[in-house]
T-cell receptor, first 117, second 110 residues
């Protein structure tokens, strides 16, 4: 499978715990997005990486959220001190090319479904 | 503010044509995407428009009017497998943030 892969697919955690998700993009893709999606809503932008640089981050993202892409390949999204409102599907998407090439499609992973109890 | 509006749900008959509308108000514009998302699955790319006019790709076409902040996705010869959510998304100018609408759930009935 050469698509975008995310791990884990499902995560149940207790409120207050920290969680970390991983995204492995398509290997030649420089660009990577994280989104959050709740039931009945479209994906909500969280952050964007071009190679290892985090170029944009949503102002909606609280200090409890952090993302990294240390070598410009896989990326991690960490949520600290989880809250019930963090329950959602977390989607990763990768794209080829550089930032100015905007008309390319994003390839989404299957997502990580987080449930905070 | 930034806002993307789509109808919540639509129902159409197999073999028919359906048009899903999207209106947007965003701070800057660098193109509009349509994605299809089946329940429990990841979104998949359908189309991209940055200039006014109609882009046709098989049974799917997408139209854009930048002056009106309006787009539509046209699905022809509907099939049962077209039952899904259709997401309209706008890419902001000068940035990389993609804003998605809530999606339109399309039900195709026999």
């Amino acid at each position: 499978d050469t698509g975008v892969s995310q791990d884990p697919r499902h995560k149940i955690t207790k409120r207050g715990q920290n969680v970390t998700f991983r995204c492995d993009p398509i290997s030649e893709h420089n660009r990577l997005y994280w989104y959050r999606q709740t039931l009945g809503q479209g994906p909500e932008f969280l952050t964007y990486f071009q190679n290892e640089a985090q170029l944009e981050k949503s102002r909606l993202l609280s200090d409890r959220f952090s993302a990294e892409r240390p070598k410009g390949s896989f990326s991690t999204l960490e949520i600290q001190r989880t809250e019930q409102g963090d329950s959602a599907m977390y989607l990763c998407a990768s794209l080829p090319g550089q930032g100015h090439q905007v008309n390319t499609e994003a390839f989404f992973g299957q997502g990580t479904r987080l449930t905070v109890v | 503010g930034q806002n993307i509006d789509q109808p919540t749900e639509m129902t159409a008959t197999e073999g028919a044509i359906v048009q899903i509308n999207c209106t947007y108000q965003t701070s800057g514009f660098n193109g509009l995407f349509w994605y299809q998302q089946h329940a429990g699955e990841a979104p998949t790319f359908l189309s991209y428009n940055v200039l006014d006019g109609l882009e046709e790709k098989g049974r799917f076409s997408s139209f854009l009017s930048r002056s009106k902040g309006y787009s539509y996705l046209l699905l022809k010869e509907l099939q049962m497998k077209d039952s899904a959510s259709y997401l309209c998304a706008v890419l902001s100018w000068g940035g990389f943030k993609t804003i998605f609408g809530a999606g339109t759930r399309l039900f195709v009935k026999a």
